[in-house]
Protein backbone atom coordinates (compact mmCIF):
# COMPACT_ATOMS: atom_id res chain seq x y z
CA UNK A 1 0.00 0.00 0.00
CA UNK A 2 1.73 3.27 -1.34
CA UNK A 3 0.62 6.90 -0.14
CA UNK A 4 2.40 9.42 -2.32
CA UNK A 5 3.97 11.98 -0.53
CA UNK A 6 6.67 14.74 -1.71
CA UNK A 7 10.27 14.38 -1.95
CA UNK A 8 12.41 14.41 1.16
CA UNK A 9 14.67 17.25 1.89
CA UNK A 10 17.63 17.99 4.56
CA UNK A 11 16.23 19.10 7.95
CA UNK A 12 17.84 21.03 10.88
CA UNK A 13 16.94 20.67 14.30
CA UNK A 14 17.46 23.69 16.86
CA UNK A 15 17.64 23.06 20.74
CA UNK A 16 17.03 24.19 23.17
CA UNK A 17 15.67 27.66 22.10
CA UNK A 18 14.42 28.80 26.12
CA UNK A 19 11.42 30.85 26.52
CA UNK A 20 11.35 32.93 29.28
CA UNK A 21 8.57 32.10 31.64
CA UNK A 22 9.28 33.73 35.08
CA UNK A 23 5.57 32.62 36.59
CA UNK A 24 6.23 28.79 35.60
CA UNK A 25 9.08 28.28 37.97
CA UNK A 26 10.80 26.74 34.78
CA UNK A 27 11.74 28.42 31.73
CA UNK A 28 9.93 26.66 28.64
CA UNK A 29 12.40 24.42 26.44
CA UNK A 30 11.48 23.55 22.81
CA UNK A 31 12.81 22.07 20.09
CA UNK A 32 12.34 23.43 16.59
CA UNK A 33 13.01 20.83 12.96
CA UNK A 34 12.46 22.30 9.82
CA UNK A 35 13.55 22.21 6.43
CA UNK A 36 16.18 23.02 5.16
CA UNK A 37 15.06 25.07 2.34
CA UNK A 38 11.57 26.76 1.46
CA UNK A 39 8.95 29.46 2.24
CA UNK A 40 6.01 29.65 3.54
CA UNK A 41 5.97 26.44 5.79
CA UNK A 42 3.42 25.57 7.69
CA UNK A 43 3.74 24.93 11.57
CA UNK A 44 3.27 21.80 14.08
CA UNK A 45 3.18 22.50 17.70
CA UNK A 46 3.52 19.18 19.16
CA UNK A 47 2.87 18.08 22.65
CA UNK A 48 4.50 14.86 24.41
CA UNK A 49 2.63 12.29 26.42
CA UNK A 50 3.56 11.70 30.14
CA UNK A 51 7.40 11.86 30.91
CA UNK A 52 8.26 12.58 27.45
CA UNK A 53 10.64 15.66 26.22
CA UNK A 54 11.26 17.92 23.22
CA UNK A 55 13.83 15.14 22.57
CA UNK A 56 11.09 12.47 21.87
CA UNK A 57 9.25 11.78 18.77
CA UNK A 58 11.53 11.67 16.23
CA UNK A 59 10.05 9.05 13.91
CA UNK A 60 6.73 11.64 13.57
CA UNK A 61 8.91 14.80 13.51
CA UNK A 62 12.16 13.94 11.41
CA UNK A 63 9.57 12.74 8.88
CA UNK A 64 7.18 15.97 9.15
CA UNK A 65 10.19 18.10 8.64
CA UNK A 66 11.26 16.27 5.38
CA UNK A 67 8.09 16.83 4.03
CA UNK A 68 7.78 20.95 4.48
CA UNK A 69 6.52 21.22 7.96
CA UNK A 70 8.59 23.14 11.13
CA UNK A 71 7.61 21.31 14.25
CA UNK A 72 7.87 23.08 17.53
CA UNK A 73 8.28 20.71 20.82
CA UNK A 74 8.26 21.68 23.86
CA UNK A 75 9.59 20.29 27.36
CA UNK A 76 6.44 20.07 29.84
CA UNK A 77 6.75 20.32 33.24
CA UNK A 78 5.90 16.49 33.82
CA UNK A 79 9.05 15.26 31.59
CA UNK A 80 11.36 12.72 33.40
CA UNK A 81 14.37 15.41 32.34
CA UNK A 82 12.88 17.92 34.85
CA UNK A 83 12.06 15.20 37.69
CA UNK A 84 9.62 17.50 39.26
CA UNK A 85 9.14 15.50 42.75
CA UNK A 86 5.10 14.60 43.60
CA UNK A 87 4.60 16.66 46.31
CA UNK A 88 5.88 20.21 44.02
CA UNK A 89 2.48 23.05 44.39
CA UNK A 90 2.63 22.65 40.60
CA UNK A 91 2.25 19.05 39.97
CA UNK A 92 -1.64 19.19 40.55
CA UNK A 93 -1.93 21.91 37.68
CA UNK A 94 0.83 20.44 34.94
CA UNK A 95 -2.50 19.53 32.95
CA UNK A 96 -3.09 23.44 32.37
CA UNK A 97 0.16 24.59 32.08
CA UNK A 98 0.98 22.41 29.73
CA UNK A 99 -2.00 24.15 28.01
CA UNK A 100 -0.56 27.21 28.51
CA UNK A 101 2.88 25.94 27.07
CA UNK A 102 1.61 25.65 23.73
CA UNK A 103 0.13 29.14 23.84
CA UNK A 104 3.22 30.63 25.18
CA UNK A 105 4.73 29.00 21.90
CA UNK A 106 2.71 30.54 19.55
CA UNK A 107 2.63 33.99 21.28
CA UNK A 108 6.88 33.48 20.63
CA UNK A 109 6.89 32.36 17.33
CA UNK A 110 9.23 35.86 16.82
CA UNK A 111 11.67 34.50 19.40
CA UNK A 112 11.64 31.07 18.53
CA UNK A 113 12.20 32.24 14.27
CA UNK A 114 14.87 34.35 15.05
CA UNK A 115 16.56 31.39 17.73
CA UNK A 116 16.76 29.06 14.56
CA UNK A 117 18.90 29.89 11.97
CA UNK A 118 18.05 30.68 8.27
CA UNK A 119 14.28 30.18 9.60
CA UNK A 120 13.56 33.80 9.73
CA UNK A 121 10.82 35.16 7.54
CA UNK A 122 10.09 31.71 6.34
CA UNK A 123 7.10 30.59 8.06
CA UNK A 124 3.40 30.59 7.72
CA UNK A 125 1.58 31.51 10.60
CA UNK A 126 -1.60 31.33 8.86
CA UNK A 127 -1.00 27.70 8.99
CA UNK A 128 -0.32 26.02 12.36
CA UNK A 129 -1.48 22.64 13.28
CA UNK A 130 -1.52 21.17 17.01
CA UNK A 131 -0.53 18.00 17.63
CA UNK A 132 -0.62 15.61 20.90
CA UNK A 133 0.24 12.09 21.82
CA UNK A 134 -1.40 10.61 25.07
CA UNK A 135 -1.42 13.21 27.72
CA UNK A 136 -0.34 15.22 24.80
CA UNK A 137 -3.58 14.57 23.08
CA UNK A 138 -5.43 15.75 25.97
CA UNK A 139 -3.41 19.04 26.01
CA UNK A 140 -3.60 19.74 22.20
CA UNK A 141 -7.49 18.95 22.65
CA UNK A 142 -7.69 22.06 24.80
CA UNK A 143 -7.08 24.19 22.16
CA UNK A 144 -9.17 22.82 19.84
CA UNK A 145 -12.03 23.41 22.16
CA UNK A 146 -12.56 20.15 24.86
CA UNK A 147 -13.39 21.21 28.01
CA UNK A 148 -12.73 19.82 31.28
CA UNK A 149 -15.68 19.06 32.78
CA UNK A 150 -16.04 20.46 36.95
CA UNK A 151 -17.42 17.99 39.93
CA UNK A 152 -20.60 19.41 38.81
CA UNK A 153 -20.18 18.12 36.00
CA UNK A 154 -20.49 21.54 33.90
CA UNK A 155 -17.62 22.35 31.47
CA UNK A 156 -15.01 24.68 32.77
CA UNK A 157 -12.74 27.20 31.45
CA UNK A 158 -12.52 27.47 27.11
CA UNK A 159 -9.02 27.09 26.47
CA UNK A 160 -9.19 27.15 22.52
CA UNK A 161 -7.09 28.65 20.58
CA UNK A 162 -8.51 30.41 17.05
CA UNK A 163 -4.81 30.26 16.00
CA UNK A 164 -5.03 26.25 15.79
CA UNK A 165 -6.51 25.54 12.25
CA UNK A 166 -6.34 21.70 12.21
CA UNK A 167 -5.73 19.39 14.98
CA UNK A 168 -4.19 15.44 15.57
CA UNK A 169 -4.61 13.77 18.59
CA UNK A 170 -3.20 10.37 18.75
CA UNK A 171 -3.70 7.57 21.07
CA UNK A 172 -5.84 10.66 23.05
CA UNK A 173 -8.01 9.89 26.26
CA UNK A 174 -11.92 9.59 25.88
CA UNK A 175 -14.95 10.17 28.24
CA UNK A 176 -14.46 10.47 32.09
CA UNK A 177 -16.42 9.95 34.72
CA UNK A 178 -17.73 6.12 35.15
CA UNK A 179 -15.23 5.50 32.35
CA UNK A 180 -12.12 6.02 34.01
CA UNK A 181 -10.65 3.53 36.58
CA UNK A 182 -10.60 4.05 40.28
CA UNK A 183 -6.74 4.42 39.55
CA UNK A 184 -7.36 7.43 37.18
CA UNK A 185 -10.19 8.91 38.95
CA UNK A 186 -8.19 9.38 41.98
CA UNK A 187 -5.13 11.12 40.73
CA UNK A 188 -6.29 12.69 37.79
CA UNK A 189 -9.53 14.20 38.19
CA UNK A 190 -8.67 16.64 34.63
CA UNK A 191 -9.53 13.70 32.62
CA UNK A 192 -12.96 14.41 32.29
CA UNK A 193 -13.16 16.15 29.17
CA UNK A 194 -16.02 17.21 26.93
CA UNK A 195 -15.67 16.82 23.50
CA UNK A 196 -19.16 18.96 22.62
CA UNK A 197 -17.45 22.19 21.82
CA UNK A 198 -14.44 20.32 20.03
CA UNK A 199 -14.98 22.26 16.77
CA UNK A 200 -11.79 22.42 15.21
CA UNK A 201 -10.79 19.93 12.10
CA UNK A 202 -9.13 17.28 13.49
CA UNK A 203 -7.67 13.85 12.71
CA UNK A 204 -8.00 11.46 15.50
CA UNK A 205 -5.51 8.30 15.41
CA UNK A 206 -6.33 5.26 17.70
CA UNK A 207 -5.05 1.86 18.03
CA UNK A 208 -7.78 -0.99 17.79
CA UNK A 209 -5.34 -3.33 20.72
CA UNK A 210 -4.83 0.41 23.20
CA UNK A 211 -6.06 -1.28 26.33
CA UNK A 212 -5.29 1.41 28.62
CA UNK A 213 -5.14 0.86 32.50
CA UNK A 214 -7.07 4.47 32.76
CA UNK A 215 -10.37 3.01 31.77
CA UNK A 216 -13.01 0.59 32.29
CA UNK A 217 -13.34 0.35 28.49
CA UNK A 218 -11.82 -0.73 26.18
CA UNK A 219 -9.29 0.53 23.28
CA UNK A 220 -13.11 2.32 21.86
CA UNK A 221 -12.22 5.10 24.50
CA UNK A 222 -9.44 6.03 22.33
CA UNK A 223 -11.74 7.00 19.58
CA UNK A 224 -14.30 9.13 21.51
CA UNK A 225 -13.23 12.52 20.85
CA UNK A 226 -14.14 11.51 16.99
CA UNK A 227 -17.46 10.55 18.25
CA UNK A 228 -18.09 13.00 20.68
CA UNK A 229 -16.78 16.12 18.60
CA UNK A 230 -19.11 18.24 16.08
CA UNK A 231 -17.77 19.40 12.99
CA UNK A 232 -15.07 17.96 10.22
CA UNK A 233 -13.52 15.28 11.99
CA UNK A 234 -11.69 12.30 10.50
CA UNK A 235 -10.50 8.91 12.42
CA UNK A 236 -7.75 6.44 11.61
CA UNK A 237 -8.32 3.26 13.33
CA UNK A 238 -4.95 1.22 13.22
CA UNK A 239 -5.19 -2.91 12.94
CA UNK A 240 -3.00 -4.25 15.50
CA UNK A 241 -1.92 -0.73 17.25
CA UNK A 242 -1.21 -0.22 21.20
CA UNK A 243 -0.53 2.86 22.95
CA UNK A 244 2.44 3.77 21.22
CA UNK A 245 0.66 3.15 17.13
CA UNK A 246 3.85 1.33 16.54
CA UNK A 247 7.03 2.80 17.94
CA UNK A 248 6.08 6.86 17.20
CA UNK A 249 7.68 7.74 20.74
CA UNK A 250 11.29 7.39 19.61
CA UNK A 251 13.68 4.71 17.99
CA UNK A 252 13.96 2.10 20.48
CA UNK A 253 12.33 2.89 23.01
CA UNK A 254 11.46 0.80 25.92
CA UNK A 255 7.74 1.67 26.23
CA UNK A 256 6.87 0.55 22.65
CA UNK A 257 5.11 -2.48 23.13
CA UNK A 258 3.91 -3.26 19.56
CA UNK A 259 6.65 -2.40 17.26
CA UNK A 260 5.91 -2.36 13.87
CA UNK A 261 7.28 -0.17 11.30
CA UNK A 262 5.06 -0.11 8.62
CA UNK A 263 2.30 0.92 11.48
CA UNK A 264 4.60 3.88 11.98
CA UNK A 265 5.26 4.37 7.83
CA UNK A 266 1.80 4.73 7.38
CA UNK A 267 1.02 6.98 9.97
CA UNK A 268 3.43 9.17 8.73
CA UNK A 269 1.69 9.62 5.64
CA UNK A 270 -1.17 9.85 6.58
CA UNK A 271 -1.31 12.39 9.16
CA UNK A 272 1.05 14.33 6.78
CA UNK A 273 -1.78 14.30 4.08
CA UNK A 274 -4.22 15.17 6.29
CA UNK A 275 -2.62 18.16 8.01
CA UNK A 276 -1.97 19.48 4.23
CA UNK A 277 -5.75 18.83 3.48
CA UNK A 278 -7.16 20.66 6.69
CA UNK A 279 -4.61 23.86 6.66
CA UNK A 280 -5.70 24.51 3.02
CA UNK A 281 -2.47 23.07 1.13
CA UNK A 282 -3.77 20.89 -1.57
CA UNK A 283 -6.19 18.33 -1.28
CA UNK A 284 -4.84 15.26 -3.77
CA UNK A 285 -2.58 13.88 -0.91
CA UNK A 286 -5.56 13.21 1.39
CA UNK A 287 -7.51 11.80 -0.90
CA UNK A 288 -5.21 9.44 -2.36
CA UNK A 289 -4.01 7.96 1.16
CA UNK A 290 -8.49 7.61 1.85
CA UNK A 291 -8.33 5.51 -0.98
CA UNK A 292 -4.92 4.06 -0.37
CA UNK A 293 -6.63 2.41 2.73
CA UNK A 294 -10.00 1.40 1.22
CA UNK A 295 -8.86 0.21 -2.23
CA UNK A 296 -5.65 -1.64 -0.67
CA UNK A 297 -5.24 -5.78 0.04
CA UNK A 298 -5.03 -6.24 3.80
CA UNK A 299 -4.96 -2.67 5.14
CA UNK A 300 -2.98 -1.46 8.48
CA UNK A 301 -6.11 0.70 8.95
CA UNK A 302 -9.39 2.15 8.24
CA UNK A 303 -10.30 5.80 7.92
CA UNK A 304 -14.03 7.22 8.99
CA UNK A 305 -14.75 11.13 8.08
CA UNK A 306 -17.66 12.76 9.11
Given at each position: ?83 LPPEDSRTP ?23 VPGLSGRLD ?174 PLGRIDSK
Amino acid sequence: MEINVNTSTPIISVKPVVLPAPERGEDLQVRVSAPAAGHDLPIIVFSHGFGSSMDGYAPLVDFWAAHGFVVIQPTHLDSRTLNLPPEDSRTPLIWRIRVDDLKRILDQLDLIEAAVPGLSGRLDRSRIAAAGHSWGGQTVSALLGARVLNADGKPGEDMSDPRIKAGLLLATTGKGGADLSPFAAEHFPFMNPSFADMNTPTLVVAGDQDQSRLSTRGPDWFADPYFLSPGSKSLLTLFGGEHSLGGIPGYNVTETTDENPERVALLQRVTWAYLRSALGIEDSSWAAARAALEDGANPLGRIDSK
